[in-house]
């Protein structure tokens, strides 16, 4: 119960006022509006209780999981007990919201009736959030007594999942091409799987001279097929210095183009691996289509709390270049240093896509992506705000919803 308002302040003057003047002059008149106006008082919070008290509230329709920019119609029933009628029933709603994690919504119910209303909720950032009713008020017909309860009902445990657009895949280098052949094929030699008949076209190094001499014709070594060439993808997990809501969309356009490179590249074909160089760092890895909700799953739950710079978790990786078709760089920051690197891997023979969430389009901003794409890297600027325009292909943000009852 709120302890002052103005009605009540100006309700409690006025009732010392009467009091004091009845007091000093013992007219009666001022007597009668002072237990006119506690009457009034004791009234509504007879109301007030008696409505709060009998309130039965239910709510349905929140779903455990959603995708970022969904919405969920919700539907909840009230009803009450109270013959007294009151002005307001309020009910708090907890939202996954940037701008307010309470929304309140008004109802009206007439005594024992059960009234139905629906209400949207919008999921505008990827997330676990705790969605439901937290608490209900009642404020009496005069405006001067307001009280509240918890409803009981437990919060349901909402996870926003953050959604893959259609992209097109990264075309990885031959096996037969670049240095990241020649590793597999030192591997491959080292063991060779069976022995056939010479074919013209077979290497030398491959025959097998002891069992030719004993069969009396040129036998080669046969090796296992090498594995396709797979793909890391690598988000960046540094803090993003912006606002709240700025940092959240940023967040979500980083994990969302990350899942759209896994998305694409799993459906052609290859094998992705995402390391997650966090806090707490991890690695999510698959090799079919089927594979992708794990990556959706760690993307959501993923935080950009990383102790170290995009350029140092660059270095860190290359070492696994040599096993590596394809490298896909998403960052919400693009620097000299970054761009120098997305260059070496393209010139290493990794076939590179830097990925740059950013509304920037300043000159000297975007002559470092001309710079990339110029020397083979397929660059290219994600607005978050934006609807896509000419450089990359991104759904509206959605709005937090204007609630009403």
Known sequence: MQVFNSRRLGCGLVMAAMLVAGLSTGVRFYYLIFLAMLAMLLLGLIAALWTLFTLKFDIKGVRARVNRGERMMTVFTVRHGSLLPVSAIRVCLNVPSAYA???????????????????????????????????????????????SRNPGAKLVRLEVLPKAWETPPLQLNSIDQGPEFAS?????????????????????????????????ELMVRTYEESARPDTLIIPDLAEITALHDQQLTLEDCVCEASLSAAQAQLNAGYPVRMPLVGARPGEIAGQFPADLPAFSEALLRVKFDSPYGYEQVLTLMLARFQRTGGAVLVTARLTTRIADMALRMQRSGVATKLVWVSDDARDDSMALIERLRMGGVKAERLDPWGSGGTDARRPEAVPDDEYDG
Do not use: M
């Open 101 to 147: 994690p309470t929304q309140e919504v008004n109802v009206s119910c007439p005594p024992f009736a059960e009234r139905t209303f629906r209400q949207v909720i919008a999921c505008p950032h990827r997330g676990v959030y705790e969605a439901g009713v937290t608490r209900i008020s009642v404020e009496d017909v005069f405006g001067l007594i307001r009280l």
């Open 184 to 216: 597999r094929a030192a591997e491959d030699n080292a063991s060779p799987s069976d022995v056939c008949s010479w074919q013209e076209g077979d290497e030398l190094k491959k025959v097998h001279w002891k069992l030719s001499l004993r069969k009396r």
